[in-house]
C-alpha cells in the first residue's frame, strides 16, 4: 500500500520523537517521586535542617501519581502512532485518531491542559480508525498562524466498530490535526490530499479502502 503518483506520498506517519521524549521525561520524574516519596514521608530521608520531611515527601507521591498518568498516556501514543496517522486511497482517506478531545482546534491551550483532560476522560487511552469516502469529503484547508497551523478535514467520517461478525458504526463530522503531529510539512499532506481530492484520475492506480 505504498503506492504513489507524481512522487506523491500517500502514506503519512505521526511524528513520534517529541511523544518519546514526553513519555521518558514523565516516567524518569514518576520514579523519581516514587523512590524519594516514601522516603521523605516515613523520615527514612529528612530535611537539610534535620526536621520531618513529610511535607515533601507528600507532595513527590502526588507527583509521582500525576506523573505516571502522564507516563501511560505518551507510552500509548507513542505505540498507536506505529501506525500511519493518514493514508491515501483510491475511494478515500483512512485517518488514526489518537486520544482525540473536545479540545483538538481550540488555540492556545496549554499542553498540561490538553494532558490532563485526556486522563481525566479516559480519551487519551482510546484510538479509532476513520474512513473519509472521497464524495463525502466536503472540504480540507489549513488554518491558524505559521508554526501553529492545523490540518482541518470536513467530511463525513466513518469509525467502524466490529463485535464478533456484528459491524456498527459512528459517524463524525470533522478531524483537525496540529502541525507537530505529522512527521512530513503540513502543507505538503494538504496539497497532496487536495490533489487527490480534485484529480480523480490520479486515484485510479491506488490501492482501494477496503482490500
Given at each position: 500500500?505504498s503506492?504513489k503518483?507524481?512522487?506523491?506520498?500517500?502514506?503519512?506517519?505521526?511524528k513520534?520523537w517529541?511523544?518519546?521524549?514526553?513519555?521518558?521525561?514523565?516516567?524518569?520524574f514518576?520514579i523519581?517521586?516514587?523512590?524519594?516519596?516514601?522516603?521523605?514521608l516515613?523520615?527514612?530521608?529528612?530535611r537539610?535542617?534535620?526536621?520531618?520531611?513529610?511535607?515533601?515527601?507528600?507532595s513527590?507521591s502526588?507527583?509521582?501519581?500525576?506523573f505516571?498518568?502522564f507516563?501511560l498516556?505518551?507510552?500509548?501514543?507513542?505505540?498507536?502512532?506505529?501506525?500511519p496517522?493518514?493514508?491515501?486511497f483510491?475511494?478515500?482517506?483512512?485517518?488514526?485518531?489518537?486520544?482525540?478531545?473536545?479540545l483538538d482546534?481550540?488555540?492556545f491551550i496549554p499542553g498540561?491542559?490538553?494532558?490532563?483532560?485526556?486522563?481525566v476522560?479516559l480519551?487519551?487511552?482510546?484510538?479509532?480508525?476513520?474512513?473519509?469516502?472521497?464524495?463525502?469529503?466536503r472540504?480540507?484547508?489549513l488554518?491558524?498562524?505559521?508554526m501553529?497551523r492545523?490540518l482541518?478535514?470536513?467530511?463525513?467520517?466513518?469509525y467502524?466498530s466490529?463485535?464478533?461478525?456484528?459491524?456498527?458504526?459512528?459517524?463524525?463530522?470533522?478531524?483537525?490535526y496540529?502541525?507537530?503531529?505529522?512527521?512530513?510539512?503540513?502543507?505538503?499532506?494538504?496539497?497532496?490530499?487536495?490533489?487527490?481530492?480534485?484529480?480523480?484520475?490520479?486515484?485510479?492506480?491506488?490501492?482501494s479502502?477496503?482490500?
Amino acid at each position: 500500500m505504498s503506492k504513489k503518483t507524481s512522487n506523491n506520498k500517500t502514506i503519512f506517519y505521526s511524528k513520534r520523537w517529541y511523544i518519546f521524549v514526553l513519555a521518558m521525561v514523565s516516567t524518569f520524574f514518576a520514579i523519581m517521586g516514587a523512590i524519594f516519596g516514601p522516603m521523605f514521608l516515613f523520615d527514612m530521608i529528612k530535611r537539610a535542617d534535620g526536621k520531618s520531611g513529610r511535607e515533601a515527601g507528600i507532595s513527590l507521591s502526588i507527583f509521582a501519581v500525576l506523573f505516571s498518568l502522564f507516563a501511560l498516556v505518551g507510552w500509548f501514543r507513542v505505540y498507536a502512532s506505529s501506525k500511519p496517522l493518514l493514508r491515501i486511497f483510491k475511494d478515500g482517506l483512512e485517518i488514526n485518531v489518537i486520544g482525540a478531545s473536545s479540545l483538538d482546534g481550540v488555540m492556545f491551550i496549554p499542553g498540561w491542559i490538553r494532558i490532563a483532560l485526556l486522563i481525566v476522560s479516559l480519551q487519551g487511552f482510546k484510538k479509532q480508525i476513520g474512513w473519509i469516502p472521497w464524495e463525502s469529503l466536503r472540504n480540507v484547508q489549513l488554518e491558524g498562524l505559521p508554526m501553529l497551523r492545523s490540518l482541518v478535514i470536513d467530511a463525513t467520517i466513518v469509525y467502524p466498530s466490529f463485535t464478533g461478525d456484528t459491524q456498527s458504526a459512528t459517524i463524525g463530522e470533522k478531524i483537525v490535526y496540529c502541525d507537530a503531529e505529522f512527521k512530513d510539512p503540513l502543507e505538503s499532506v494538504f496539497k497532496t490530499i487536495l490533489m487527490y481530492h480534485q484529480n480523480p484520475d490520479a486515484r485510479t492506480v491506488l490501492p482501494s479502502l477496503h482490500d
